[in-house]
């Protein structure tokens, strides 16, 4: 090979940073990507078996929370490519613009939103709620703010002061709509995040004690807070007698036995009995639809999509690559577990939606976002990959030229 092709040779394939998508793509992208295909499928049939006599009473179209559903998908697709395509270190010289546009959206909805079922949390018939999308936003922020701290991190008034009243700005407008499951999904998200960024003992143990305090005022200030522990306190205390949401949620689920009904079979659901289905309680329908096996094949799923999200951020060339894959994947865990905690009574319950399943377009839409700056870091560790194979490859070409010249004669 002479030497302008092997100089054509290397500058053929893609640097890092670069805009070029390459393909194929790696076994762990496709596994991300195939895994979260297979949850939102699974969900969009959950949602048309808990809605499909509801919507052709109220809007004569059984395929109606589908469609919307589908569309939140087909959009998140689209982003999801593009941020897929793009490298993820060009994303910090957007955090800061993202992150006043998200609290400008939290306070505006308190100023010009909705109120539907108590709260004001959303716009446009509650088909847009900004605080799911400045879960990824604030993810994104911390990403980028945090590593630039260095051993100030450790510091308290210029580390654990600064943290907190970042945190803060984004938390409170969100407990004042009020939604207080997303709110303190959104403060465990940034903790771990700051812990993993190098937090010292004595920071984690005061954020402990300040969060503690935060959370006993919110139960005061905020009468179905304090309703829902008092419902959960009992359900510890006596099991039997559970009573309310706990009580259908968990009679549905037993009642699909180990292999389920079948989609149109699900009576608690149909019957009106299980409150939001579609939504909050998805799982009860999951449980009577295909029973004991396809609760466990989902939690599977996203176990294993989960422990992905792990290895990606733990393997990330970068520290910023590293927080945002860890709060990515932290936000679809947490989510997660607290729906299923809440539904099962281990936590008291939320109305916290369980992530890439349950109906809503804006929730929907913000986890593809955030898959999408995921898959963007696993990427990049194939790029990488490439990139000290062509090193390799360069060198090895370097030295068979030396051997092979004059002085190699």
């Known amino acids: 090979m002479t030497t302008a092709r092997r100089r054509w040779y290397g500058q053929s394939i893609p640097r890092s940073g670069s805009l070029a998508w390459s393909f194929p793509a790696s076994l762990l992208e496709l596994a991300l ?9 699974v969900g969009l049939s959950l949602v048309y078996s808990a809605t499909y006599y509801l919507a052709q009473q109220h809007f004569a179209d059984p395929w109606y929370f589908v469609r919307r559903q589908g569309g939140a998908a087909l959009l998140g697709t689209l982003v999801l490519l593009g941020l897929w395509r793009i490298d993820y270190r060009h994303l910090q010289r957007f955090s800061i613009p993202l992150a006043v546009l998200g609290v400008a959206s939290l306070i505006a909805v308190l100023m010009v939103g909705e ?14 709620q900004p605080a ?45 709509q009020p939604d207080l499951g997303t709110g303190l999904l959104i403060a465990g998200i940034a903790a771990w995040m700051f812990v993993a960024s190098g937090a010292t003992l004595a920071q984690v143990l005061l954020g402990l004690a300040v969060g503690a305090g935060v959370f006993g005022v919110l139960v005061r200030v905020h009468p179905h807070a304090m309703a829902r522990l008092i419902s959960y306190l009992e359900a510890l205390r006596n099991p039997d007698n559970v009573r309310g949401h706990l009580s259908v949620v968990w009679q549905a689920i037993r009642s699909g036995g180990l292999f389920g009904k079948g989609p149109g079979a699900i009576w608690y659901t149909l019957s009106g009995q299980v409150p939001l289905p579609h939504s909050d309680s998805v799982f009860a329908v999951l449980g009577e639809a295909f029973g004991f096996m396809g609760v466990i094949s989902v939690i599977t799923l996203v176990g294993i999509w989960v422990g992905l999200g792990f290895f990606t951020a733990r393997q990330a060339k970068d520290a ?22 809440g539904l099962i009574g281990v936590i008291p319950f939320s109305g916290v939606p369980f992530p890439f399943i349950s109906y809503g377009g804006s929730a929907l839409l913000s986890e593809f976002v955030g898959v999408g700056m995921l898959l963007s870091v696993a990427r990049r560790l194939r790029d990488a990959d490439l990139d000290r194979r062509r090193r390799d490859r360069r060198a090895r070409l370097s030295s068979a030229g030396r051997r092979g010249g004059p002085s190699g004669r």
């Open 115 to 128: 109120d539907r079922l108590g709260a004001r949390r959303a716009f446009s018939g509650g088909s847009f």
């Open 33 to 41: 990507l195939i895994l979260m295909a297979v949850l939102v499928l």
């Open 320 to 341: 910023f690559g590293g927080l945002l894959a860890l709060g990515v994947t932290l936000w679809i865990t947490w989510q997660g577990l607290i729906n299923l905690g």
């Open 132 to 176: 799911e999308f400045v879960k990824p936003i604030i993810i994104l922020y911390l990403a980028t703010w945090l590593p630039t701290k260095g051993e100030r991190l450790r510091e308290l008034s210029r580390g654990f002061i600064p943290f907190l009243m970042v945190l803060s700005v984004v938390v409170i407008p969100i407990f004042l």
